[in-house]
């Protein structure tokens, strides 16, 4: 395209500086630019302009358009440069413009000279050459490049070296450089980057100290103890927020700065409209003993006084599954509520960095990976849809020192994950972290308002369930979506709500089999028909279940709606159905309906002429937060028949406690709107891709009985969550030790995990975990639980049946592990298609599950020294590592056999390991009496060399 071409569907044009600056981009050439597009008066065409620029930079190779847009960025101001930051967004993948390649001459192409394309010729070759040399054969023995195809080995070497390409060995090495600092380290990265911040930003004594505060806080930290290196951890944080934050809300009231703090007996609540919802269990006497105060202004965290005065009542339960529990988000910023504001800092300039970041050759990279087929596609796609999304509205604020902090960061961790796409369980440890980062970004650029949110989720529901759209459209359905500060307050308020519309009569529950299981225990005396006479128009149900024992229905929801409708009378308040959607499936095939879709399309007439209310309550900590557990906050969506007064009351009361809540207003609901506005549809595809492993898992890895409950339960169709028990040992003391298993109170994290001590699975009684597959690898998944399923059901692989004697996994021992891999090896590759594919896979899972739970480590080892004498195959680094480190910490301080095999596996162990592990565990190892053979050497210089 030549500097003043149009673009034919725009009619837009480069400006005239622009061949300048394409010759030779510095600040001067870009002032230019800037200077003739500032000036120009069309500003619809000098937008356009902007957007060919755009796609004209895109053409060129990452690291010449990653440079080039950020002179122009720099240069630009207002409505321009955000023009700029928006259109070079929406530019699709970089697709570089190559210049097409004229056609070389066999005996002149490099390829076919150094070997590495067949020739092109097929007729036999004479005995003799007549004319004097032939190229394609006398030459063919010169390994040197002929003619114009020399290649330029000064260019190779800088494109090697360059640590700005993502496909360059420079790159790859200053990774590896930071991911191992990292990894050294005992502290995490949240805590280091707390550290790093409070040294480079000037955050303390401003309104932003509380922002850095929060770095590595999450609604349910991981529960593996000292994490230490790529981990997302924070002081503050508890194993679930809205059981036990009780034990954090101390460190945050002593900091507190408002004018009356909570005294003793005093309960932090989310809103001063706590007392409404416990009108659900409290008689009006014991109401007048109570008194709530909002800790500053009108609104927000408030004091709850008087609950000494009740004794008969648990109120840590009782607030906590009303959905009482205060954001720990608002309590972060009242932590700092007397402060000012930062001043602006000219010395950066966060847009100019945002477009170097968003045209970079990893962010490019990512995008790549984004629209592959392997495991980490959707985990990258839903990055890619935050960072650009970052361009929104207007921009991040530019002249902020921590908002470029955190850009800076979010690059480092964009090029960790394109690094690691070989090892997902760092790079899903890295998109966790980068959360932090992006949250950072909008809480100080405050991108959005209250009306951004009730647009984003009308927008959301209205894609996922279209039927209900011209009814909307044509306001026959009003539509009302509500920022709670949880799933649980959320519920708690729906069902007040519609309670209070019908003086507290009791609900029916026809759906309890598949109810999110806190629903039971939030209703409580309202179950038992302690509180009032029952009255059957009110419902509560789940559109999934949490625990999966009952395939859930949409249809037969509705059916069930509506016939209980029949019994409807005009005049009558409206039946109220309340929806716990916090776990929403993607429709089975593209383009096929969702369940939101099945259910409102059943139901949508209803709710038009004023016969029902639907209530859509909803957990934002769970997969819409993708899986990073970062926000706590909940939906609160009501459809109603416009206009009718029978419905008046519960909207007033949904709009009162939204308002009550304020919480819009707040650090985190800035983050949940950029989530749901720019990825959710990614919320969905990782569900799916989840719920892919679950179904893995069931089927392969840990095969139960199809209706014996008390082994757990069957996959559920799109649902990521399986439920287990073991026969012998207990299962939650089990999975404890499983330290490559990640362990948590809460589910929907990116990374595999577990939830213990779970006491029932529908109406069975026992113990149970809940196991919550995350987007790791096949490979993984048959690591993680092949030999804990097999053991645990005696079934030997390839078996069918259980074998005669059952194992104990309390006191495991290793010859039962044996038993197993012995089955393993006389199982034929062309007759078990699956285990031919993941065999290697499974002998890791044996020896680290043996590693994990067999209480002899000793007669372990032997096997993980079998382990290592052969080639790993597709077992992930993960559990290489894993495996390698038991080994190398075992032999330490020991005396052994130098036998080959354990010096190669030794060796082997070693080299998995990164470097600085291998360099502060290899100290201990006794390598003096190993002898001289050809396996002591190799494995003595290694370690000479890692200690170097």
């Not at 036990?244 to 809103?271: H, I, M, T, W, Y």
């Not at 492993?693 to 082994?711: H, M, T, Y």
């Not at 052994?896 to 100290?923: C, H, M, N, Q, S």
Request: aromatic share 6%.
């Amino acid at each position: 395209m030549s500097m003043m071409q149009s673009e034919p569907s725009t009619g837009a044009t480069l400006p005239e500086s622009w061949h300048a600056f394409a010759a030779k981009p510095d600040t001067s050439t870009a002032k230019a630019v800037a200077k003739e597009l500032e000036v120009g008066t069309n500003p619809t065409r000098t937008l356009a302009s902007v957007a060919l620029i755009a796609q004209t930079l895109a053409k060129r190779s990452a690291r010449e358009r990653s440079a080039m847009s950020r002179l122009l960025a720099t240069e630009l101001g207002g409505d321009i440069a955000l023009g700029f930051l928006r259109e070079t967004a929406a530019v699709p993948l970089a697709t570089q413009e190559t210049p097409k390649k004229q056609a070389v001459p066999q005996h002149d192409d490099v390829r076919h000279r150094l070997d590495l394309l067949e020739p092109e010729v097929s007729e036999k070759l004479p005995e003799k050459t007549e004319g004097g040399r032939d190229w394609r054969t006398l030459d063919a023995l010169d390994l040197a490049a002929a003619g114009k195809v020399t290649v330029d080995l000064v260019e190779l070497a800088e494109h090697v070296d360059d640590v700005r390409d993502a496909s360059s060995i420079g790159h790859l090495g200053e990774v590896l450089r930071l991911v191992n600092s990292i990894g050294r380290s005992d502290t995490s990265y949240s805590k280091t980057r707390r550290a790093d911040v409070a040294k480079t930003v000037k955050v303390q004594g401003t309104t932003q100290e509380h922002i850095v505060e929060q770095i590595g806080f999450r609604a349910a930290q991981t529960q593996r103890a000292d994490k230490g290196g790529l981990w997302a951890q924070n002081e503050s944080a508890v194993t679930y927020w809205r059981t036990n934050f009780r034990s954090s809300a101390q460190k945050f009231v002593e900091r507190l700065q408002v004018r009356e703090k909570p005294g003793p007996g005093d309960r932090l609540v989310n809103s001063p409209r706590v007392l409404h919802k416990l009108r659900m269990i409290l008689s009006e006497e014991e109401l007048t003993k109570l008194a709530v105060r909002p800790l500053v202004g009108t609104s927000g965290v408030s004091v709850l006084s008087g609950t000494d005065k009740i004794t008969s009542i648990d109120w840590d339960h009782v607030l906590r599954e009303l959905g009482a529990t205060p954001s720990a988000y608002q309590l972060y910023e009242l932590i700092d509520a007397e402060n000012t504001a930062p001043l602006p800092d000219y010395t950066v300039d966060t847009q100019a960095d945002l477009i170097q970041l968003i045209t970079c050759s990893p962010f490019s990279r990512l995008q790549e990976m984004a629209r592959g087929k392997r495991e980490l596609a959707p985990v990258c796609a839903m990055v890619e849809h935050l960072v650009l999304g970052l361009t929104d509205k207007l921009g991040p604020s530019r002249f902020d020192a921590l908002t470029a902090n955190a850009l800076a960061s979010l690059s480092r961790l964009i090029g960790i994950v394109v690094e690691n796409e070989a090892n997902p369980s760092v790079a899903m440890r890295a998109v966790d972290l980068m959360m932090d980062e992006i949250g950072i970004v909008v809480a100080v650029g405050k991108y959005y308002t209250w009306s951004d949110y009730r647009k984003t989720m009308r927008n959301v529901l209205l894609e996922r369930a279209p039927s209900i759209r011209p009814l909307v459209e044509k306001e026959r359905i009003e539509l009302s979506s509500h920022l709670m500060t949880s799933g649980m307050d959320a519920l708690g308020t729906a069902v007040y709500i519609a309670l209070a519309s019908r003086h507290h009569e009791d609900v029916a529950r026809s759906t309890e089999e598949i109810d999110y299981y806190e629903t039971g225990e939030l209703l409580g005396k309202l179950k038992k028909g302690e509180t009032a006479s029952p009255r059957k128009d009110v419902l509560i149900a789940a559109l999934n279940p949490s625990t999966p024992a009952v395939v859930p229905s949409a249809e037969g929801l509705a059916s069930d709606v509506l016939k209980r409708l029949e019994t409807y009378k005009k005049g009558e308040a409206p039946f109220a159905l309340i929806v716990d959607s916090t776990i929403e499936v993607a429709p089975e095939s593209p383009g096929g309906k969702t369940q939101l879709e099945v259910l409102l399309d059943r139901l949508k007439d209803a709710v038009a002429d004023g016969r029902l209310e639907v209530f859509l309550c909803k957990s934002f900590q769970k997969y819409a937060s993708f899986g990073t557990g970062k926000v706590a906050a909940g939906d609160l969506t009501m459809l109603s028949m416009k206009g009718n007064l029978e419905s008046a009351y519960a909207r007033s009361e949904a709009l009162l406690q939204d308002l009550n809540l304020d919480f819009i207003r707040h650090d985190e609901s800035q983050l949940v709107v950029h989530m749901l506005r720019h990825g959710h549809r990614d919320e969905l595809e990782l569900v799916r891709s989840a719920a892919r492993n679950a179904k893995f898992v069931d089927e392969f890895c840990w095969p139960i009985g199809r209706s014996d409950l008390r082994q757990g339960t069957p996959y559920v169709e799109g649902i990521p969550l399986l439920m287990r028990s073991t026969p012998t040992g207990d299962v939650d003391e089990l999975f404890k030790k499983l330290v490559t298993i990640d362990w948590r109170d809460s589910f929907s994290f990116l990374r595999t995990s577990y939830v213990g001590d779970i006491p029932r699975v529908g109406d069975v009684s026992g113990k149970f975990v809940r196991i919550n597959t995350g987007h790791e690898p096949k490979e993984s998944m048959v690591e993680y639980f092949y030999a804990f399923g097999h053991l645990a059901t005696s079934t030997p692989p390839g078996a069918t049946v259980p074998s005669e004697t059952q194992v104990d996994l309390a006191a495991l021992t290793v010859d039962r592990v044996r038993e197993h891999l012995e089955a393993l090896k006389l199982l034929r590759d062309e007759e078990h298609a699956r285990i031919a594919r993941y065999r290697n896979s499974i002998v890791a899972s044996y020896c680290a599950f043996a590693a994990q739970i067999v209480k002899s480590t000793e007669t372990v080892i032997p096997l993980i020294i079998g382990f290592f004498g052969q080639p790993a195959g597709r077992v992930t680094i993960e559990t290489q590592r894993y495996l390698a480190d038991v080994l190398i910490s075992y032999m330490r301080g020991r005396t052994f056999d130098p036998e080959p095999a354990t010096l190669t596996a030794l060796y082997r162990a070693a080299v998995v390991l990164p470097g600085w592990r291998i360099r502060r565990i290899a100290g201990g190892l006794q390598l003096g009496g190993i002898g001289d053979s050809e396996e002591a050497r190799r494995l003595r210089n290694f370690i000479a060399s890692i200690r170097k």
